[in-house]
């Protein structure tokens, strides 16, 4: 088999980084349109994330974030997003480089985006203190080895949240 120079691998995935880095781009200056909301999967320990340490301990090797009606300074920079949200009812700010992204699933118009982090390194992610009071709802990764995915309860909100399950996306 011929070796593949061009590396056609790392422009797709590359390219599908763009996607979502416009989406999100979109997002911060425009809010979001619709119905459009965002799941986003990411590895926990990957170089460039960063958490607190209690959502570091209750989340330790994925985490999926709901973008959809409470959150704020959402901020895209070329390697990364930033976001605050609240777990619990206590504000956080979030760091997540692209790299680190499992998956990207707007399920309002059955969109997704998977992607293969297994080249990714994993570091213990910087803390960072809590931003601003507003909740928003988050729920984390499903294992492999689950059939379900947990779900933390969503903080009131003026705004409605639904707290979704994630098999409710998944291909049967």
């Known amino acids: 088999m011929a070796t593949d120079?061009?590396?056609y691998d790392v422009l797709a995935r590359d390219a599908l980084r763009g996607v979502l880095r416009k989406v999100l781009t979109d997002a911060a200056a425009h809010g979001l349109p619709g119905e459009h909301h965002f799941f986003i999967t990411f590895v926990s320990k990957a170089e460039g994330v960063k958490l607190s340490p209690r959502l570091l301990a209750q989340y330790p090797e994925e985490m999926t974030i709901i973008l959809q009606h409470q959150f704020w300074d959402l901020?895209?920079?070329e390697?990364?997003?930033e976001v605050g949200l609240s777990f619990g009812g206590i504000p956080e700010r979030l760091v997540v480089p692209f790299s680190a992204i499992k998956s990207f699933?707007?399920?309002s118009v059955k969109f997704g985006l998977q992607f293969d982090t297994s080249d990714v390194a994993e570091v213990?992610?910087?803390s960072l203190p809590a931003a601003p009071a507003a909740s928003a709802?988050?729920?984390p990764?499903?294992?492999a080895e689950k059939a379900e995915a947990e779900e933390e309860p969503a903080a009131p909100s003026q705004g409605g949240a639904e707290v979704v399950r994630l098999d409710r996306f998944r291909k049967k």
């Open 79 to 81: 390697d990364r997003f």
């Open 141 to 143: 990764a499903p294992a």
């Open 137 to 139: 709802v988050a729920v």
């Open 124 to 126: 213990a992610p910087a």
């Open 105 to 107: 699933l707007d399920p």
């Open 5 to 7: 120079h061009i590396r």
């Open 75 to 77: 901020t895209i920079l």
